[in-house]
């Protein structure tokens, strides 16, 4: 499965932003997709996550109730919906696959094969 993310940009703390993370090949609805962000200097770091049916989500503490996750199996789409964002929110965020895991280890980078190639957030103060 290739990933190609959209929809970062600037936006002002309290704001938000929608990223996409649009998948092709026809066994998008097969994989468990996730969320990660890198802000400069920083190591990847684990967002949110979403089981392939959509009923099971993950989120790390840092966006929990600020940011949500979703997906559209018949658009082969994935979304992290992101409110009140917050200048520590900036990094570049890329969006995952990975076939295999439980709740705990989609946490992780290694469970994911497939990766996008990253979008920009910048979150003004």
């Known amino acids: 499965v290739q990933l190609q993310a959209s929809g970062g940009g600037l936006a002002q703390a309290g704001g938000s932003l929608r990223l996409s993370c649009a998948a092709s090949g026809r066994t998008f609805s097969s994989y468990s997709l996730g969320w990660f962000r890198q802000a400069p200097g920083k190591e990847r770091e684990f967002v949110a996550t979403i089981s392939w049916r959509g009923g099971s989500t993950s989120y790390a503490d840092s966006v929990k109730g600020r940011f949500t996750i979703s997906r559209d199996n018949a658009k082969n789409t994935v979304y992290l919906h992101m409110n009140s964002l917050k200048p520590e929110d900036t990094a570049v965020y890329f969006c995952?696959?990975?076939?295999?895991?439980?709740?705990?280890?989609?946490?992780?980078?290694?469970?994911?094969?497939?990766w996008g190639q990253g979008t920009q957030v910048t979150v003004s103060s």
């Open positions: 995952a696959a990975a076939l295999n895991g439980d709740r705990w280890y989609l946490t992780i980078v290694p469970a994911y094969g497939y």
